[in-house]
């Protein structure tokens, strides 16, 4: 079992960066695929990033991808997501997860377990 605990999230102006973290509990972080979603109020949850077990392999949403970079340490079980110019339709609760299969990363449904979420705001 894995536990995930995000940090990082706050009140920033548009244009201002941001890095989430995302610590896991466990031996076995460095056998899990990792991602990140977002949930905006009165929307689903959405794909943002995710990278690979051994952090050789990402994928971006087309919304985030240039502005965003998702990298990994497993010596610290850590997990984080670089964010630069943010805009204000990136206001969202950031959900870390974890799963073990790459086919899956796209799907909110494909994550075996769930951070709490941090919320991030974007002002214009």
């Known amino acids: 079992q894995v536990q995930l605990v995000e940090s990082g999230g706050g009140l920033v102006q548009a244009g201002d960066s941001l890095r989430l973290s995302c610590a896991a509990s466990?031996?076995?972080?460095?056998?899990?695929?990792m991602g990140w979603l977002r949930q905006a109020p009165g929307k689903e949850r959405e794909f943002v990033a995710a990278?690979?077990?051994?952090?050789?392999?990402?994928k971006y949403d087309e919304s985030v991808k240039g502005r965003f970079t998702i990298s990994r340490d497993n010596a610290k079980n850590t997990v984080y997501l670089q964010m630069f110019t943010l805009k204000p339709e990136d206001t969202a609760v950031y959900y870390c997860?974890?799963?073990?299969?790459?086919?899956?990363?796209?799907?909110?449904?494909?994550?075996?377990?769930w951070g709490q979420g941090t919320q991030v705001t974007v002002s214009s």
């Open positions: 466990g031996r076995t972080f460095s056998t899990y695929v």
């Open positions: 990278i690979s077990q051994n952090g050789d392999s990402t």
């Open positions: 997860a974890a799963t073990q299969s790459w086919y899956a990363i796209m799907y909110s449904g494909g994550y075996d377990y």
